[in-house]
């Protein structure tokens, strides 16, 4: 995930994309890598998610995960991002990543 992150801000304007436009970028780039039909989920924010993501609430976040990677974030602008319950937040101790 933070590769095809990394890859999705090296093909971005330099101030960044819409988030319409980064999440179909962002899949479109997944699936040169991976043609299969597992691996990869997308979601539009559901208005729960929207208020624990505004209220910092990590767990609530977590709980939106369907497992593996987990809720991954990304700041569209600067492409930091951070991941909530998932292997993604154990590997990364829930720091956000820049990338460069």
Request: hydrophobic share 40%; glycine share 10%.
């Amino acid at each position: 995930m933070p590769d095809y992150i990394a890859d999705l801000a090296a093909r971005a304007h330099p101030q960044g994309l819409s988030a319409d436009y980064a999440a179909a970028r962002f899949i479109g780039i997944v699936h040169e890598d991976n043609a299969g039909t597992l691996s990869l989920g997308v979601m539009q924010t559901p208005p729960e998610m929207e208020t624990a993501i505004q209220n910092g609430k990590a767990e609530d976040i977590a709980s939106f995960s369907h497992g593996d990677a987990g809720v991954v974030i990304v700041d569209v602008k600067g492409f930091a991002w951070q991941a909530y319950g998932g292997y993604l937040a154990d590997d990364y101790d829930d720091e956000d990543e820049e990338v460069a």
